[in-house]
């Protein structure tokens, strides 16, 4: 296997590897209850991987999941499920999808006390997109993160430079 197909299997892998550890430890301040995130967990593994898997690497049909899921759950389930399967299967495959997929669900399912997720959310946006209402989001985001711990060094210094990125837009 080339050495850089393996980088890039295991840079995927390190990316889930913390997107899980940043879920489990952000689960108290999760937006959902117990019976949403076990009724995601089911609609992943009851439809979503398999559609995943049908698509044999290509990206499925996100319409007829959402389709699938609205019909058998509702809207919102079909919304959060299908967002969180784009964020997972585009990442350093389709940055456009990816970095529109992270803003959308921040927005509407990331809870605003969770800091570091936020950062980190807003840290995807700036490394990985040009499109200026997606990094005026993330903006948002990391003001609030200021705003909250104003000492964050971290946080200052991915606000600074989602400012001077705005700056060139």
């Not at 108290?28 to 559609?51: G, L, R, V």
């Amino acid at each position: 296997m080339p050495l850089l197909k393996l980088f890039k299997i295991m840079k995927k892998q390190l990316f889930i590897i913390a997107l899980l550890l940043s879920t489990t430890v952000a689960f108290a301040q999760t937006k959902q209850t117990k019976e949403e995130i076990k009724k995601d967990s089911i609609i992943k593994a009851d439809i979503i991987d398999p559609a995943e898997r049908d698509a044999q690497g290509e990206a499925p049909d996100w319409n007829a999941l959402t389709a699938d899921i609205t019909k058998k759950y509702d809207a919102t389930y079909a919304d959060r499920t299908v967002t969180k399967a784009k964020i997972y299967f585009t990442y350093y495959k389709d940055w456009p999808t990816f970095t529109a997929a992270i803003v959308h669900y921040t927005e509407k399912y990331e809870s605003f006390d969770n800091l570091k997720l936020l950062d980190t959310n807003a840290n995807y946006i700036l490394k990985n997109s040009d499109d200026k209402k997606e990094l005026e989001a993330a903006l948002a985001w990391s003001k609030h993160t200021l705003d909250k711990d104003p000492q964050n060094e971290a946080y200052k210094k991915t606000y600074a430079a989602l400012q001077d990125k705005l700056a060139t837009k």
